[in-house]
């Protein structure tokens, strides 16, 4: 058994960070959102991503999809309470990014993309002082 099997935030950071989760979760924050809405307001994830994410999130029990039955038939999904509980947790990396991420000069480095080389760079980052409150 793994050290981490019990562990709850080991266990959420595991669903959460699965690439386009919390963009979708932060998505359905406003209420039930059809299909292609969400793509849009997730940022452009790609259709084939966006479904395997819904079906996990929804056998998690995050969210819960539904099928109107409509010409043509249309889906929507929506966040269960487990679900809504995420808004402070979507609240908290808000606030957090505001205040380290929100002006360059208010960031302790900026990173850079890496050489194409493949090769370690031997430039050293610049090193700046961040004033602690």
Same mark, same amino acid.
């Given at each position: 058994? %793994?050290?981490? %099997? *019990? &562990? /709850?935030? *080991?266990?959420? +950071?595991?669903?959460? $960070?699965? @690439?386009?989760?919390?963009?979708? +979760?932060?998505?359905?924050?406003?209420?039930?959102?059809?299909?292609? !809405?969400?793509?849009?307001?997730?940022?452009?994830?790609?259709?084939?991503? #966006? %479904? $395997?994410?819904?079906?996990?999130?929804?056998? =998690?029990?995050?969210?819960? @999809?539904?099928?109107?039955?409509?010409?043509? /038939?249309?889906? %929507?999904?929506? =966040?269960?309470?487990?679900?809504?509980? #995420?808004?402070?947790?979507?609240?908290?990396?808000? &606030?957090?990014?505001?205040?380290? =991420?929100?002006?360059?000069?208010?960031?302790?480095?900026?990173?850079?993309? #890496?050489?194409?080389?493949? @090769? !370690?760079?031997? @430039?050293?980052?610049?090193?700046? =002082?961040?004033?602690?409150?």
């Amino acid at each position: 058994m %793994s050290e981490h %099997s *019990f &562990c /709850p935030v *080991f266990n959420a +950071i595991n669903v959460l $960070q699965e @690439k386009w989760t919390l963009h979708i +979760i932060r998505g359905l924050l406003t209420g039930p959102t059809g299909f292609n !809405e969400l793509r849009r307001v997730a940022g452009g994830v790609n259709a084939a991503t #966006l %479904s $395997q994410r819904l079906e996990g999130l929804e056998a =998690l029990g995050i969210l819960t @999809k539904t099928i109107h039955s409509t010409m043509p /038939p249309r889906t %929507s999904y929506q =966040l269960t309470p487990a679900g809504l509980s #995420l808004q402070s947790v979507v609240d908290a990396i808000d &606030c957090w990014a505001r205040d380290n =991420l929100s002006a360059p000069e208010h960031r302790p480095y900026d990173l850079e993309p #890496l050489p194409d080389s493949g @090769k !370690e760079s031997n @430039k050293k980052p610049e090193q700046t =002082l961040v004033e602690v409150f």
